[in-house]
């Protein structure tokens, strides 16, 4: 048994939820000292929020003397996906973040046309 599956209190869940709204993105995960999803994310609200971290603190929140779950201590497949169903979430896999710029001809595009690839994650 993972410790993941002792995450039972959807009011910690709601906690973390909530602190991540506040402090944005970039500060959840700073304050938390966690890395940010590539592709794995929990939608609420329209808002994408990155699924192992959000789990992990809500662990803390859960197990205050525990404090929040190191993220290596539970996988980010089927083990996140069971645990936000536990709660009433669905896990959303978005393609693969681009860091980078794509080159190359797209039919009815003018040359120098510049995309965003990259979905909003707020």
Known sequence: MSALSELTDKEAL???????KDLGR???LEKYGQHASARYFVSVDGLHID???????AYGYQFPDRGPLDVRHF???????AALARF??????LPEMSSGVVYGEIEECPPGTVFNLDPPIR
């Open 26 to 28: 970039e500060a959840f």
């Open 51 to 57: 699924s192992k971290p959000l789990l992990s603190v």
């Open 75 to 81: 996988a980010g497949g089927a083990e996140t996906r």
């Open 14 to 20: 709601l906690r973390a939820i909530d602190e991540f």
């Open 88 to 93: 009433g979430y669905e896990l959303v896999v």
